[in-house]
């Protein structure tokens, strides 16, 4: 299984600004996801993103909201921005590499906007 | 759409008790199953999961088997610890076209385990 790490681990903002988030693979993986878990509920994907091509976002996502680049098969980030307390949420990120259809999460990264 | 359908929460047991945990899905096809866990401050760790109809997950005393039938995936251990406590996730993964396929989550179910 892959390792994933993600940092910051957690952050407070303020309302406006913006946030990188960013998210490292201990290997080479296909494919990398962004979830969105806000306080108390389930998982949310916002968007998949593919080394060398374009993010796919979900419904209720947008890029120009969430931002996110994958420069090669370890590493991708996730940008939070024009933050509102709304956006408040724990951002996952997640891998799945070859043949396995098992997703990998990384620790999480705590949002908190005020 | 797909969708997964688990247990309400909170569940509160005491320590070696016998626990379930339901999952039902709708989905078309023939998606994986899995089942996650999340601890106290922590990100999601896959705990078992199944591929196919009758297959079963195991891993750290919990169990789940893949049950087409009644299109469901429920977990159980038979003595929990109080170190189980821990917010439990079903979910189900199914490609939409040639390497790409989404995880489609339940809502939680949050476990208590007192001594």
């Known amino acids: 299984s892959a390792v994933i790490s993600q940092k910051p681990s957690r952050d407070i903002c303020q309302r406006g600004t913006s946030l990188t988030i960013q998210c490292q693979v201990d290997?080479?993986?296909?494919?990398m996801f962004w979830y969105r878990q806000q306080p108390g509920q389930s998982l949310t994907l916002i968007a998949t993103?593919?080394?060398?091509?374009?993010?796919?976002?979900e419904s209720g996502f947008v890029i120009d909201k969430f931002p996110i680049s994958r420069p090669n098969l370890t590493f991708s980030t996730l940008t939070v921005s024009n933050m509102s307390p709304e956006d408040s949420s724990i951002y996952l990120c997640?891998?799945?590499?070859?043949?396995?259809?098992?997703?990998?999460f990384g620790p999480g990264t705590r949002l908190t906007v005020l | 759409g797909d969708s997964v359908t688990q247990m309400e929460g909170p569940v509160t047991l005491s320590e070696e008790a016998f626990l379930t945990i339901n999952c039902t899905y709708t989905?078309?096809?023939?998606?994986?199953l899995f089942w996650y866990v999340q601890y106290p401050g922590e990100g999601l760790q896959l705990l078992l999961k199944?591929?196919?109809?009758?297959d079963k997950g195991s891993n750290k005393g919990f169990e789940a088997t893949y049950r087409k039938e009644t299109t469901s995936f429920h977990l159980e251990k038979g003595s929990v610890q109080v170190s189980d406590s821990a917010v439990y996730f079903c979910?189900?993964?199914?490609?939409?076209?040639?390497?790409?396929?989404?995880?489609?989550f339940g809502t939680g179910t949050r476990l208590t385990i007192i001594p």
């Open positions: 997640s891998s799945r590499g070859g043949r396995t259809d098992t997703q990998y």
């Open positions: 989905a078309t096809g023939y998606p994986s």
């Open positions: 979910a189900l993964s199914k490609n939409y076209n040639f390497g790409n396929e989404k995880l489609t």
């Open positions: 290997s080479q993986v296909t494919m």
């Open positions: 993103a593919n080394q060398g091509s374009e993010a796919t976002y």
């Open positions: 199944a591929t196919k109809a009758d």
